[in-house]
């Protein structure tokens, strides 16, 4: 089993930079594709980006593209996603979530791990 933990979100303001963290336990992550996913109020949940470092493959949605970039530390279990130049419309729970090996994919299906959520709220 494979636990996932976000940390990282807050408030900002329009324009700043933030950076989430996912720490995983349980059992080492190496290969595991990672994916970030965000949820805003009445809105179903979206892909954010992905890496799938046994492909060495990422994938990032449009509107985040250029903005968003995603990391892992694999000494310290940990995955990042780095968002600069943060729009308001980027406000929105944050989860993140594993797969072991697999593609970098933007289904959610593709994914059996999950974290409980970290929420980034970006003010204008």
């Known amino acids: 089993q494979l636990q996932l933990v976000e940390s990282g979100g807050r408030l900002v303001q329009a324009g700043a930079p933030l950076r989430l963290s996912c720490a995983a336990s349980g059992r080492p992550f190496y290969k595991d ?3 970030w996913f965000r949820q805003a109020l009445v809105r179903e949940r979206a892909f954010v980006a992905a890496g799938s470092w046994s492909s060495g493959t990422t994938d990032f949605a449009g509107s985040v593209k250029g903005r968003f970039t995603i990391s892992r530390d694999n000494a310290n279990n ?47």
Request: net charge neutral; proline share 2%; with cysteine.
């Open 78 to 124: 940990t995955v990042y996603l780095q968002m600069n130049s943060l729009k308001p419309e980027d406000t929105a729970v944050y989860y993140c979530a594993a797969v072991a090996y697999g593609t970098a994919s933007r289904s959610l299906s593709a994914y059996n791990y999950w974290g409980q959520g970290t929420q980034v709220t970006v003010s204008s």
């Open 33 to 35: 594709t990672m994916g």
